[in-house]
Every structure is written in C-alpha cells, then in structure tokens.
C-alpha cells in the first residue's frame, strides 16, 4: 500500500459506505474507494447486483464488504442502513443514490416528486446527520454528496431534480465549513452529464456525457479535503465558468431549459 493510500485509509477508512452503488457512478465509487484500501458497505436496491459487485471488489483488492438491499425512498431506511452497519468503524458516506424525473413538472403525479425528494434529500440528509455525528466523534471522516451541475441553476422538464441537487450543493458546502475544524472532509461533486448506466436508458435525444464515472471519482476523490465542491471534466468547468460569471441569470435559466427540452421534448 502507498503512503498516499495509507493516509486516505487511516482518514477515511476503515470501512465506506456508498449509498446507490449498484452501477454507474455508484459502481466507480465503491470500485475507487476499495481500489484504496477501504472496505465497503454498498447500499442499492438489487441485491443482485450489489452481491456481484461485493464479490469483485473483495477478489481484486481484497477487502471486505457487505451488501445491503434497501430502498433510500422509504423513510424507514436510513435507519435500518445505520443499524445494519453500527458494528463497523465507517470513516466515509458517499450518498450517490438519485431518482430524476424527467418531463414536464404538471404532467408527473405529485408522489413522484416526493419520491424524489425522499431519495435525493430526505435520505442524503439523515445519513449525513448520523455519519457526520460519528466521524466527529472519532476526530476524522469523509462526505461526498452527489450534486449535479443542474444545481446552480432552474431548468425546465428537470425542475424538482435541480432543485434537490441545489439541496445536496449548498448542505455540502455549509458542512465542510462547519465540519472542516472537526477533522471532517465534506465535499459536493457537480457532475455534468456522464455516461453512466441511467443516463443512457433516459435515452437523450443528444448525448451531451463528456465524462465517465471512472473519470468523475477519479478527480472527485483528489479534492476531498481541499474544497466544498468540485465540477468533474474541463469542459464542464469552462461551461460552469461562462453560465454562472457572465450570463445573466434569465438567460441561463432558458438556455438550460432549451438544452433539457432539447434532448427530452417529445
Ligand atoms: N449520470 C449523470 O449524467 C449525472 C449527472 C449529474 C449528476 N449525477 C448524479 O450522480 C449520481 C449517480 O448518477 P447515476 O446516473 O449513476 O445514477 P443512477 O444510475 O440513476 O442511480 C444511482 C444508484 O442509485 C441507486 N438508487 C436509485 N434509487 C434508489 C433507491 N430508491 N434506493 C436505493 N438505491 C437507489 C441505483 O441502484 P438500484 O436501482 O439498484 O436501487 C443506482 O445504484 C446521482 O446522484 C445523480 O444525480 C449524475
């Protein structure tokens, strides 16, 4: 093990847990985090695919896990997801788990954005609670939560979504000040579009994914620590750059909206 993986393992570790780890960016998470060191516990609806995963992370780097089929939606869970992991020492939450409807805001039932809420904000702000109170308490830890580069801005057919990865962009950025004199690394990722598994099957009438997953962790990870968020991928920095700094909010709001209606409208 290298010194820098050492120093990751000994802030971080022993044990993770990556809420949504099934596939695509969940996937890559587990697949970094064990890549250095850390055991991991994977949260996912489909204990299938959460048990063949476990497999492969303990044959290719040797670590344990323990998977956990549960659904983020249900109120109930992150408890039952605190209790079921209380016997191992965690020293990182990953909250990757996101549910987005796509459509018209009017033309969805009312439970389905509720839903959305329960998995993208409910969940991610309970376990952050609970974790964040058990890392302060050890003096270390790390919180990634997953945000989008939808967050800084309203966009049509993608409204409830943004407004749920603003929730994840600004509570990550107000713990890692809160947090960062406890010991505690909090970081929110604001991917653009990737090319992970969903995003494909939402089938985008143009694919706009200038990154993988691989790539999104990769660059994620090194910034735990040293920022309250990040945006993945050059090209989505300089976009990032240009809509926040010299388009007036209006504009960005219709230019998003188009490019959303652009690739969803039917
Ligand atoms: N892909 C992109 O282009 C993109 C862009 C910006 C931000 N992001 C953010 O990055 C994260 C991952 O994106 P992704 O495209 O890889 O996501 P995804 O494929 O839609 O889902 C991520 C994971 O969450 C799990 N999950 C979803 N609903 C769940 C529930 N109710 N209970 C438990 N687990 C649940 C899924 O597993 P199961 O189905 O097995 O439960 C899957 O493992 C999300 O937070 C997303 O908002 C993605």
């Known amino acids: 093990m290298s010194r820098e993986q050492e120093r990751f393992r000994q802030r971080y570790g022993p044990w993770a847990v990556v809420a949504g780890a099934s596939e695509g960016l969940g996937a890559a998470w587990a697949e970094h985090l064990a890549a250095r060191g850390l055991n991991i516990a994977l949260i996912a609806r489909r204990q299938a695919m959460l048990d063949e995963l476990a497999a492969r992370l303990a044959q290719q780097h040797g670590v344990e896990t323990r998977s956990l089929a549960l659904d983020l939606s249900d109120p109930s869970t992150p408890d039952a997801a605190l209790a079921a992991t209380a016997d191992l020492d965690i020293g990182m939450l990953v909250y990757n788990a996101a549910r987005s409807v796509i459509g018209p805001f009017l033309e969805r039932p009312l439970d389905d954005h509720l839903t959305e809420i329960a998995v993208n904000v409910r969940a991610p702000l309970t376990l952050s609670y609970a974790f964040g109170q058990r890392f302060v308490q050890r003096g270390r830890g790390g919180i990634i939560l997953l945000s989008s580069l939808s967050a800084t801005m309203g966009s049509a057919y993608i409204a409830d979504y943004a407004a749920t990865k603003a929730y994840n962009l600004v509570l990550a950025e107000g713990l890692w000040d809160e947090l960062r004199g406890k010991g505690v690394d909090v970081l929110a990722c604001c991917p653009g579009a990737v090319s992970a598994p969903n995003y494909v099957a939402s089938a985008p009438k ?61």
């Not at 790539?215 to 735990?224: E, F």
């Not at 219709?254 to 490019?259: E, Q, T, W």
């Open 206 to 266: 143009r694919s706009q994914a200038t990154t993988t997953p691989d790539l999104v962790v990769g660059q994620t990870l090194q910034q735990l620590g040293h920022r309250p968020s990040f945006i993945p991928g050059r090209s989505n920095q300089v976009a990032a750059f240009f809509l926040r700094r010299l388009v007036p909010r209006r504009m960005i709001v219709r230019i998003m909206g188009n490019v959303t209606r652009g690739m969803y409208a039917k």
